[in-house]
């Protein structure tokens, strides 16, 4: 495998998502993430001829980390695609099973469309545990790490990675 190292002159983008799981009053205590107000948030604008490396998402949350893992009944799984085409990005739902500091992705993203949008959904089910009792709302921020690179040469190397990842995706 080759290894590219990013140039120098990438931006680096930190954008932040918060997705909220409701306290599900119809149910025997649960609080869902399976709501529309999770489901197609917007993590960045995809700039025409930019590639884009997601590489670490970070995860925290309202409640103690302990709080969140014992209450998982369906792993929150976050899926990230492009707007136009409704492409997915990571081969597969990243399950979001813990809190943590650096969550590798190591995943490139490339889009010559205008108005193309990294988007992120997040599914999933808690249980109220006793810890939870009385509160209404769960919350998820996921803090992504990414670095946009405008180089020619290297968005050509990007993007021929890229294509062929997908088209060994779909075969």
């Known amino acids: 495998m080759i290894v590219h190292p990013i140039p120098h002159n990438a931006r680096f983008i930190s954008p932040s998502i918060t997705f909220q799981a409701l306290f599900d009053t119809n149910s025997d205590g649960e609080y869902s993430f399976n709501i529309g107000g999770n489901l197609g948030k ?3 604008d995809l700039d025409i001829n930019t590639a884009y490396l997601i590489n670490t998402i970070q995860v925290s949350g309202n409640i103690p ?5 014992d209450s998982i009944k369906e792993f929150p799984l976050l899926r990230l695609r492009r707007l136009i085409g409704n492409e997915q990005i990571h081969p597969e739902a990243v ?3 813990n809190y943590c500091e650096a969550k590798e992705l190591a995943v490139w993203v490339y889009s010559n469309k205008g108005g193309d ?5 997040l599914t999933g089910i808690l ?3 006793s810890f939870l009792v009385g509160k209404t709302i769960v919350s998820i921020v996921v803090n992504f790490s990414i670095y946009a690179v405008d180089d020619t040469y290297y968005n050509n190397v990007i993007r021929s990675k890229v294509s062929r990842e997908f088209s060994n995706r779909i075969k």
């Open 117 to 121: 949008r990294l988007i992120a959904d």
């Open 42 to 44: 917007i993590v960045c």
């Open 95 to 97: 399950p979001v099973m």
């Open 127 to 129: 249980n109220q545990t």
């Open 65 to 69: 980390s302990e709080e969140f893992t």
